[in-house]
């Protein structure tokens, strides 16, 4: 955490015997370890599988993180104290009390000053002082590193069980108001949210049995919940299950606005859930409006599946002329049925389909479809034949290619909308 000091060896020289005693020290650090998770109370309040074998590993791991950062008099990094954070939120998933946990690691430090104690020689007091001092700067910033990570947890838990927050996003998505309910559950509301449609691609977990497989997804959606806590302020409201669902992201006056803090968002929630996101955004919109854009957001992400995009955040922008092509019309019925003599025969389908996709070069056409390139050529000749567009002028090119896509979208089946509000 940044407000700690980086120099947790305090003002003046390090004095004489030091590091004679870390150096002793750290070849005891297996028997130290024992000593910590062999108390009355880890014994009587643990089961044997915690700490006959898990606690004297993190206190392994551990231990030498002390010494290294007593040794160096410098404080652990944050990617040093991962480790510290994840085994504090596993305590709160157990349900182990918060002061259970305190009181195993304070005894940990404790133990870890008392065999300094047994090293040190009656000649080496000052050099104890600056180790016992050392120790409890580092006390701090583990305790502080586990509490945070503990209640974070913790709250966390609170909210899966409680429904608060999908309450809230679901009374917003139905356009109904929200507020009275939010106070009752002590829920901040933003004046605007950026409104995500989420879905979540296949994951690693599908080959496990039904049971398992039940498991993993439930501590897939905990992992993604866990990522949204932000921590003060107005919460990021989520209706979310195992297959997708929507995000409420607040939005105020000082927040950033770059498209790059969405995306690391959804690149983070990919990452806790182990598979692939494929989402949509309508940006920046006001409490009243948020029906409208979950509508929009769908229509967005349907739209991209339809076409098979790659997973990855879409905008309105990055789909608006399928969008539009979307929309029933006369004119939209014509030009299908200008382009029908193509569109009915797969061969030239695909080829212009690929043609488009290869950016009008027909060489890299030709090798997409293992065929020659005269062989691309005669195709698109006889495609300039039967249809009334040409795939050689601009005219023609934009009306072709608006044939296809409204063609892709009519045959593309609907995805499954059963999640949604």
């Keep these: 955490m940044k407000h700690y000091q980086h120099n947790i060896a305090g003002p003046g020289p390090r004095p004489d ?29 643990f089961p044997p599988e915690i700490f006959d074998a898990e606690m004297p590993a993190i206190a392994r791991r551990s231990f030498p993180l002390v010494l290294a950062s007593l040794r160096t008099g410098s404080t652990p990094g944050q990617d040093e104290l991962a480790m510290l954070r994840d085994r504090a939120a596993q305590r709160a998933r157990e349900g182990v009390p918060l002061n259970l946990l305190l009181h195993i690691w304070q005894h940990g430090f404790q133990e870890f000053f ?69 106070e009752r559950l002590n829920i901040t509301l933003a004046e605007g949210y950026d409104v995500l449609a989420v879905r979540l691609g296949a994951a690693a977990d599908n080959g496990l049995d039904a049971e398992a497989r039940e498991v993993a997804e439930r501590r897939r959606l905990h992992r993604m919940l866990a990522l949204l ?17 929507y995000l409420l992201v607040p939005r105020s006056g000082d927040a950033p606005r770059s498209a790059e803090r969405l995306d690391r ?16 955004v309508v940006e920046d919109i006001a409490i009243s409006g948020v029906t409208t854009a979950a509508r929009q957001a769908d229509e967005v992400l349907d739209l991209v599946r339809a076409l098979d995009r790659s997973p990855g955040l879409y905008r309105l922008s990055d789909v608006f002329m399928a969008h ?66 040409s795939p050689f002028t601009l005219a023609g090119i934009t009306a072709l290619s608006a044939a296809l896509t409204v063609e892709r979208l009519r045959t593309t089946r609907p995805p499954d909308q059963s999640s949604r509000a």
């Design 229 to 245: 806590r932000t921590g003060g302020g107005p919460a990021t409201l989520s209706m979310l299950d195992r297959t997708g669902g």
């Design 114 to 182: 008392e065999e300094s104690g047994c090293i040190a020689n009656t000649d080496e007091t000052k050099a104890l002082t600056w180790i016992g001092l050392a120790i409890m700067r580092l006390q701090e910033i583990f305790l502080a590193e586990m509490v945070t990570a503990y209640q974070a947890e913790q709250e966390t838990l609170t909210e899966e069980r409680s429904g608060a927050v999908p309450l809230i996003a679901r009374l917003l998505l139905l356009g109904q108001d929200p507020r009275a309910d939010a």
């Design 324 to 389: 539009q092509l979307s929309r029933p019309g006369p004119g939209i019925d014509h030009l299908v049925t200008a382009a029908a003599a193509v569109l009915s025969q797969d061969e030239l389908r695909t080829t212009l389909q690929t043609y488009f996709e290869c950016d009008l070069d027909r060489q890299r056409t030709a090798r997409r479809l293992g065929v020659h390139p005269n062989t691309v050529n005669n195709r698109l000749n006889r495609i300039a034949e039967i249809s009334p567009h």
């Design 265 to 280: 968002l959804v690149a983070g929630l990919e990452s806790a859930a182990g598979a692939t996101i494929t989402a949509a």
């Design 17 to 45: 015997g030091v590091d004679r005693i870390l150096s002793e020290l750290g070849g005891r650090i297996a028997d130290v370890s024992l000593r910590t998770t062999r108390t009355a109370v880890t014994t009587v309040l």
